[in-house]
């Protein structure tokens, strides 16, 4: 949540929201090719400050999730899950009116505006309805999803041009404005043709470059959702690139690439396909707060990451008890903090109170795991006396016993609603006096993003991870009838607590961590055969 500051310090409206205020806008974003992480850095800040959001087709919904919560999306094409596609003239009306209506408007194009993207016709519009519009480049198909496929488009010894051609032109305009004999000779030297929106006409493209004496040994590629965890791809000539295509039925969007550099075979070029999650579609079922750092972990490791939140964070009921022991911190000999969420929780109060790392002077501070020890550090301020070395409550309440001599000791627990009995009971057995309060709230997520359905229904998915009981149980109460869903589906666990949960549930771990935590996860996720 953090410190909300609507007004400065002389009780006046900020300047940035004096200017927020203020007229609406419109900046044309390139989306990139589908991989959130290559949007440029101003058109992410863009994204982050619109009202309204109208995305195309291709843009990756993972980057919606920087838009402003309270941002309205509009879905400009189907595959992004309108239930039709907008007509260029609704999108362009659409545009005039938000942007009258004072809001400031992201419209999210795939790749770059200008790159067969129909953003100049877009900007035209806007113009002669006196709106001034804002774009900002994007990372091509044409670049991207050919260089994650190991083609590098131009080559100092081999390909001294490159070309990109669309294989899809405008029905109204009337016949086809591209003539196939110059690009067969580029193509004849070494050039590089990138052909956009090629795939369903393939065999004629194919057939119109070798009619103009493009050689059939001439190599060619194509790429399907390149520069993504979903990226398909075929290797071979003019003579074979149709036939291959039909085999591993590769579509749209697909881009085509004939040239001497499709048929580059150096070391190294082939780095994205041969990261070790290459190609695995993992669904996480962490809370929304928390889902970010593990996907990029699983993400920069090549998977194709689903986030399906199963667990909502809320706040206690009241502070009043929480506030309270912490005010008389104090008097306690240890804090004990289970998780990142709780340490969060008592950074806030600490905020909230007007406290600070030196109220913890002479409290000693217990983590569970080395995440939460992380927390504790940089959110509080302080370095934690313990960390088992098992990330389990009994290893600390063991820790605790053995090492720290509890007996008689005060001890205040912060931690969430439904935490097990565990640590408390064998600390209280062990002759501590544990104060135990509520810190925040879990509650199940309402329902399963309907693309992580749809991928399940389709198994499409290769593994569902649980980074926690509540995951395992929530996730199968979402599905209810559908639980069946994740049969076939391989299930990886976080530690042993967790996978006696799964199996309760009746769905049996693939693979456990070791140590029980993210990093751990992951390995075992990707060391597995
Ligand atoms: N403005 C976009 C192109 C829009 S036209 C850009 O600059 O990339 C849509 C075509 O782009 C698709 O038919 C396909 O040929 C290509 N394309 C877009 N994303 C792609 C991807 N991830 N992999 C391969 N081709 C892609």
Redo the contacts with the bound molecule.
Sequence with gaps: MGLHRPHNRHGLPTLTQIEKKSAGRVCLV?A????AGLITVTGLARLRDADVVVV?A?VTPTLLEHAPPDARVIHAGKRGGADRDLEQDQINQLLVDEVRAGRRVGRL?????????R?AEEVAYLASHGIEVEVIP?????T??TLTAGIPITHRQIASTVTFV???EDPQKGGSSVDYAPLAALVKTGGTLC?????ARLAKIVGRLRDAGAGDDTPAAV??????AA?RSVLGTLATIVDQVRDAQLS?????VVGRVAGLDEPGLDFFTRRPLFGQRIVITRTRQQASTFRDMLADLGADVLEAPTIELREPETWAPVDDALRRIGEYDWLILTSTNGVEGVAKRFEALGMDARTLAGVKVASIGDATAEAIQTRLGVRPDLVPDHYVAEALADALIDQHDIAGKRCLLLRADIARKALPERLAAAGAHVTEHTIYRTVVADALPQHVLDALRRKQVDWVTFTSSSTARNLVEMLGDERDLLQGVRLASIGPITSRTMRDLGLEPTVEADPSNLPGLTDVMVGYR
């Design positions: 390139g990139g090719p589908g991989d195309d291709l194009k795939g790749g770059d505006p200008y790159v067969f993207g953003g994007g990372v091509t198909a044409g991207s999803a669309t294989g899809h052909i956009y929106m090629g795939i790429v399907q959702w390149g520069a993504t990226q749209s969007p697909a881009i085509i």
